[in-house]
């Protein structure tokens, strides 16, 4: 569809794909076919969503800082959790889930901090070894190392479950403004 836009997506196990769009959570069929499965709540701006082990999605909010529970139907949306941000700040925010039944939010507000939330809705912070400025597309590698873009040193980061900091790979100085990253299903 011409007028579809999103920050994220994901696929859920039905083989749809879901699209964070600011707005509203929308459901998109692989022939095209687009509805909306949940309206954000006033004041909110959705900008990444994940499916959890019980067909629900998990959606990160960059205006009111928050992380929230829509059911599978759309029927239900519920915060789960407030993360400490800074007020009128719009941070990036993206999740992935941790291969152990939690979600990960990478943030950046006022510099990147990565938190494990359970889904109950219970936080820790995971300190990284190194500061980084503006981060996005945080995916979880086979190895269950969380690895994520750096915008502004154009760098392709990893972080162990701990916190400790690698740089993967440098981009090119000024080609890195769109990047992002995708996971390989066969390599993981």
């Given at each position: 569809?011409?007028?579809l836009?999103?920050?994220?997506l994901?696929?859920?196990?039905?083989g749809?794909?879901?699209?964070?769009?600011?707005g509203?959570?929308?459901r998109?069929?692989?022939?095209?076919?687009?509805?909306?499965?949940?309206?954000a709540?006033?004041?909110?701006?959705?900008?990444?969503v994940?499916?959890?082990?019980?067909?629900?999605f998990?959606?990160?909010d960059?205006m009111?800082?928050?992380?929230?529970?829509?059911?599978?139907?759309?029927?239900?949306?519920?915060?789960?959790w407030?993360?400490?941000?800074?007020?009128?700040?719009l941070d990036?925010?993206?999740?992935?889930?941790?291969?152990?039944?939690?979600?990960?939010?990478?943030?950046?507000?006022?510099?990147?901090?990565?938190?494990?939330?359970t889904p109950?809705?219970?936080?820790t912070?995971?300190?990284l070894s190194?500061?980084?400025?503006?981060?996005?597309?945080?995916?979880v590698?086979?190895?269950?190392n969380y690895?994520?873009m750096?915008?502004?040193a154009?760098?392709?980061?990893?972080?162990?479950?701990?916190g400790?900091?690698t740089?993967?790979?440098?981009?090119?100085?000024?080609?890195?403004?769109?990047?992002?990253?995708?996971?390989d299903?066969?390599?993981?």
């Amino acid at each position: 569809s011409s007028d579809l836009a999103g920050n994220d997506l994901t696929k859920d196990r039905a083989g749809n794909y879901i699209v964070a769009a600011v707005g509203s959570l929308l459901r998109v069929t692989p022939s095209g076919v687009v509805s909306t499965i949940a309206k954000a709540p006033k004041g909110s701006q959705w900008m990444s969503v994940i499916e959890d082990a019980a067909d629900a999605f998990i959606v990160a909010d960059n205006m009111q800082h928050a992380v929230w529970l829509v059911s599978a139907d759309g029927l239900s949306v519920a915060r789960i959790w407030n993360y400490p941000a800074q007020d009128g700040n719009l941070d990036c925010a993206t999740l992935a889930l941790d291969g152990q039944g939690n979600y990960l939010l990478l943030e950046n507000s006022p510099g990147v901090r990565l938190f494990r939330i359970t889904p109950a809705g219970d936080a820790t912070p995971i300190p990284l070894s190194r500061p980084a400025r503006f981060n996005s597309h945080l995916i979880v590698d086979a190895q269950g190392n969380y690895v994520f873009m750096e915008y502004h040193a154009g760098e392709l980061l990893r972080v162990a479950p701990a916190g400790e900091v690698t740089i993967l790979g440098k981009m090119i100085p000024r080609l890195y403004n769109m990047a992002g990253l995708a996971q390989d299903p066969e390599t993981g």
